[in-house]
């Protein structure tokens, strides 16, 4: 069964403390793996799309990169504003567009 | 540029009642989708369109029904409201997209529904 499972479930750091989230897929032929932000109340925002094992991509403080079957998403100096809930999905085929529980970040300052 | 756009933002029914959510994109995108978010569960796909007047069944498709009579429109109906439906419902739509680009999905700022 296609499954996409993300660690911790919740984090709270430090403004300034960088850290990473983690998401792990089981889906056979990736097609994408893909980053969401979501606020509350709101729709997930999309951050970035992933291809191929070894793919970086950077916007401001986060950075995505995908290793085979994982992908993390690393904050670098985080601020309050970047507390949400962080949403990672993968496309195994098709419209089978599998998505996680979520990580919730919450940045203290 | 509105992106997707879904009304009533909130509802709430009682059991048995029917509603209708609608949504709608300015994107020209081919394909839409309505997902349903439930807490610890992730998003959930109800029911998806590839294209006007074509729609298919999702992972969580009872009691629902959806229409795509024009293109930058999507219907969700709820026939007979059950307290399980209490939710939040997010209609989503991409373009057809390549095998490397194109795939990604846009979301609107969803629909909070209860069944009391």
């Known amino acids: 069964e296609d499954q996409v499972t993300q660690s911790p479930e919740a984090l709270r750091l430090q403004e300034g403390e960088s850290s990473s989230l983690n998401c792990s897929y089981t889906?056979?032929?990736?097609?994408?793996l893909f980053w969401y932000r979501q606020d509350p109340g709101k729709g997930p925002e999309f951050l970035f799309t992933?291809?191929?094992a070894g793919e970086e991509k950077e916007k401001e403080r986060l950075k995505a990169t995908l290793i085979k079957k994982e992908s993390f998403l690393h904050i670098t100096a985080p601020k309050p504003e970047d507390s949400a809930t962080y949403l990672c999905?993968?496309?195994?085929?098709?419209?089978?567009?599998?998505f996680g529980p979520g990580t919730r970040l919450s940045v203290l300052p | 540029n509105a992106g997707v756009t879904q009304t009533p933002k909130f509802r709430v029914l009682k059991t048995g009642q029917s509603m209708t959510l609608l949504c709608a994109q300015d994107?020209?995108?081919?394909?839409m989708y309505w997902y349903r978010q439930d807490p610890g569960m992730g998003l959930r796909l109800i029911h998806y369109?590839?294209?006007?007047?074509?729609?298919a069944k999702g992972e969580v498709p009872d009691g629902y029904n959806v229409s795509r009579l024009k293109k930058q429109n999507f219907l969700l109906g709820l026939e007979s409201a059950a307290p399980s439906q209490t939710s939040v419902y997010f209609c989503?739509?991409?373009?057809?997209?390549?095998?490397?680009?194109?795939?990604?999905?846009?979301f609107g700022e969803g629909s909070w529904l209860t069944v009391v």
């Open positions: 369109s590839v294209g006007e007047g074509t729609t």
């Open positions: 989503a739509s991409r373009d057809r997209g390549t095998a490397r680009s194109g795939n990604t999905i846009y």
């Open positions: 994107m020209n995108h081919e394909y």
């Open positions: 999905a993968v496309q195994a085929g098709g419209q089978n567009f599998v």
């Open positions: 889906v056979s032929g990736l097609r994408g």
């Open positions: 992933l291809y191929s």
